[in-house]
Every structure is written in C-alpha cells, then in structure tokens.
C-alpha cells in the first residue's frame, strides 16, 4: 500500500472529490484565461463566502498569492512586517524582496504571532526619507508554528494597522485548517476582522494546486489583473482551479477535510506526548504538531519516515496531518517512535 507520512500537508494526494472535478472539468473547450462558467462559478462561491464586495483572482500556487498580493500593497520604498518563521521571510526564496523591491522586518515569535508592541518600534522612521517606510503587517494563518491567531487578535493587529497608515495582510495557505479551529467562517476571521488582503490556500487543503488572492477593498485590486499576468501567475487553463475551488468551497469539503487534519494532529499530538522523552513545543491548534525528538532518535525515525527536522538547535520536530491522514497512521508512527525512544 501507499506509504503516508508527516511530512508536510503538501505530501498528500488529492481528495478524490477535487479529482472528480478536474475529470468532470476536462470535457469540450471553453475559453481560456478564465473567461469560463467554472470561473463564474466559483468566483461566485467566493462571494457567497467573503461578500460581494470582495475581489477574487486566481493564481497557481501559495508564493504567488503572497507575492503577488504584497506587490498590490505595496510600493519599493515600503516595508513589509512579517514573523521571523513567516513562509514569505524563509520560504519563498527572496521572492516577496525580488518582486516587490519592498524590505522585509522580521520578528522573533517563539510561537509564530506577531504582537502590535513587536511592530511599534518599525515606526520611528516613518516619514523620514532614509528608512523604509512601514506599509504592510504580514500573519499567517494558521502559523507556520500551528498556531492560530484569535479573531480578537487579529483585529487588533488590523486596528493597529489601519491606525498607522499600514495594511494587513494574510497568508491564508492554511486558513481553512484556523476557521474550524476557531469555529468560525471564512468571512468572520478575515474580511470581519480588517483584513485587506487574504492569500487564499487550497494545496494543503486536497486541491491538486491553484490558491486564491482575495481583495477585501475594491482598489487595491483594480490593478491586480497587470499585476497577476507580469507576476507570470495568470492560468490559461484557469476552469481547472476554478472547478476545484468550486468543489472545495460550494459544500463542506472544505471545512470537513481541514477538521479532519486538525483532528488527527490533536489525536498525534496526544499520543506523542505520551512518550518519555517528548516535549510538544506548541499548542496544536491546527493541523501541525511541533516536538522535541532527542537527536540521536532523529535518523532511525526519519530512515522509515520522513518529516523535517524544524529547529536543529533545540532538535524540534514538525509533524503535519492533512485530510487523508488516518488514525492507524498515526498509531503506525507513534508504535515505532516508542520502539526507537526507550
Ligand atoms: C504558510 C505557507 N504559506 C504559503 C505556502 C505556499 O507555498 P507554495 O508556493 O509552495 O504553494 C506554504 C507552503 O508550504 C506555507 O506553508
């Protein structure tokens, strides 16, 4: 049988309910570049989730949503804050730099989160000619640490942005996986808390690739069509994320396979911790669990599973669930983690 490991939520296949879009999607021709009734569709799935008033584009993959999104916000004299373990500051490659000429000020959040009083030093050079000038709080959301920023959080974070001339932005790649851990919808947690632009993840939630930038005010996404094309992130066979995101969106796929993974960390983390010798570093609040495995563990595990070893100097470990992890993958894992930790 297929092997499965924890890995990363983007190790896992396709829900076979986004495989049966893309089938049932591939039959005839209709206009490329989105110009299509699966985009119409799911475009309106969109609004039937943020409102009418948002506006929807879509794009390949998570560094192109985030890019491409920052790059709308932003001019090359601006700033974007982010947290030191934010994908666009580590993960992208020094795209979000190269593309939007924007530095980045990253600080440190042992569990992910960004604090306003974390920002308020960034402030001091504003309106002075030498210093880059504060445009854009970046969060993720769920964190790259798996944790979740509270609704209450977030609306500060927007508040305090808004109030400092600044704009909030959200790596939502796994937003989906924070909605049902705060029990809440879409809408609620982002344009209902001041978020201007959310990046919009569907990978790491079952879809076969394609994420979403979502504009919460009209303007700064008037441009965005220029920008999605130079970005080289316009799909010419767009009716293929579309259908997905259709299928995601329309029911509850997406809220069933998010709680699903978000559950199975729960059920992960618990048994991990049952293990002498492992510390859970994080709260599990999504689908990602953090532990400490004692190195000379590491290479015996890794030789059957592979995960990734997250922080070397400290030997914590991240382990993700997605929606096709099950409970006999995790008693699998943890039997040989007990067989290797004695
Ligand atoms: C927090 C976060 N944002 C964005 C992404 C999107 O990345 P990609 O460009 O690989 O789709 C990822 C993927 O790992 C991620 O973990």
């Given amino acids: 049988m297929a092997k ?16 049966e879009a893309l089938r049932a999607a591939n039959d005839g021709h209709v206009v490329a570049y989105g110009d299509d009734p699966f985009t119409a569709r799911a475009i309106n799935v969109f609004h039937k989730h943020f409102g009418k008033d948002a506006t929807i584009y879509f794009v390949f993959g998570g560094t192109g949503a985030n890019v491409l999104g920052l ?11 982010c947290a030191e373990t934010a994908h666009i500051n580590v993960d992208e490659c020094g795209a979000p730099e190269k593309f939007t000429g924007c530095k980045l000020l990253s600080v440190r959040t042992p569990d992910g989160k960004i604090r306003t009083e974390q920002i308020k030093p960034f402030l001091h050079g504003v309106g002075f000619e030498h210093h880059v000038q504060p445009r854009v709080i970046s969060v993720s959301q769920a964190t790259e640490m798996g944790t979740v920023y509270t609704k209450s959080e977030l609306k500060t974070l927007a508040r305090f942005a808004h109030d400092h001339n600044m704009l909030l932005h959200v790596d939502g790649a796994r937003i989906a996986n924070a909605a049902v851990s705060l029990n809440a919808n879409l809408k609620e947690i982002t344009a209902g808390v001041g978020v201007d632009v959310l990046s919009f993840g569907g990978a790491k939630n079952g879809m076969m690739y394609g994420e979403a930038v979502v504009f919460f005010d009209k303007k700064l996404g008037s441009d965005f069509k220029y920008i999605r094309k130079q970005g ?5 066979k767009m009716r293929f994320i579309s259908a997905q995101f259709e299928t ?21 983390a618990s048994e991990l911790e049952k293990v002498p010798g492992i510390r859970l570093t994080q709260p599990v609040e999504a689908n990602g669990v953090f532990a400490v495995i004692p190195e000379k563990y590491i290479a015996a595990l890794q030789k059957k599973y592979f995960f ?4 070397e100097e400290i030997s914590e470990c991240r382990f993700m669930c997605s929606f096709d992890t099950t409970e006999d993958d995790i008693h699998d894992f943890v039997a040989l983690v007990r067989k290797i930790v004695k």
């Fill in 4 to 19: 499965r490991s924890f890995a990363s939520d983007n190790n896992a296949g396709v829900h076979p309910e986004i495989i």
């Fill in 308 to 311: 990734y070893v997250w922080n």
């Fill in 71 to 81: 790059k709308a916000m932003t001019k090359s004299y601006e700033a974007v804050i």
């Fill in 248 to 268: 995601l969106l329309s029911g509850d796929l997406w809220r069933r396979s998010a709680a699903h993974a978000n559950r199975m960390a729960r059920v992960l």
């Fill in 232 to 236: 080289m992130h316009l799909p010419s």
